[in-house]
């Protein structure tokens, strides 16, 4: 339903059955092999607390939004509704991220440079 729709709206989109053939792949496997350029759409929130989904996101710069709704149709009405918003926060956040998309707005969750910071890869500078 919710591929379909999208590409009602003239959207490319490519399911994770469509891309790698199973059902079954595991977040941690799929996640390295998304090709740069692509966005992945999900409402597992959950991946942002999984430490190795989330670390794979960010090191191999997977761009995702998170689609927020209590129903598959708030989620796909959520989305299509924000496409203009989806559409600038993709032109202003070339590094990997994770974001939500609710009703009225697209928000940040996780940028690069934060999870870079949380993980200890860059320390804050000291001030001179």
């Known amino acids: 339903m919710f591929p379909r729709r999208l590409r009602e709206h003239g959207l490319k989109v490519a399911t994770l059955f469509e891309t790698f053939h199973q ?10 092999r998304i090709p740069r350029g ?26 995702m939004f998170i689609l927020r709704g209590h129903l598959h149709t708030q989620r796909i009405a959520n989305f299509l509704g924000n496409l203009h918003h989806v559409e600038r926060f993709l032109r202003t956040h070339e590094e990997a991220f994770m974001a939500k998309v609710y009703r009225d707005r697209v928000e940040m969750w996780l940028s690069h440079a934060d999870w870079r910071r949380n993980v200890g890869l860059d320390e804050p500078t000291a001030p001179s």
Do not use: S
């Open 23 to 32: 059902y079954d792949t595991k977040d941690r496997d799929w996640l390295p």
């Open 38 to 63: 692509w966005v992945v759409l999900t409402a597992d929130y959950k991946m942002r607390y999984r430490e190795r989904e989330r670390d794979a996101i960010m090191e191999n710069g997977v761009r």
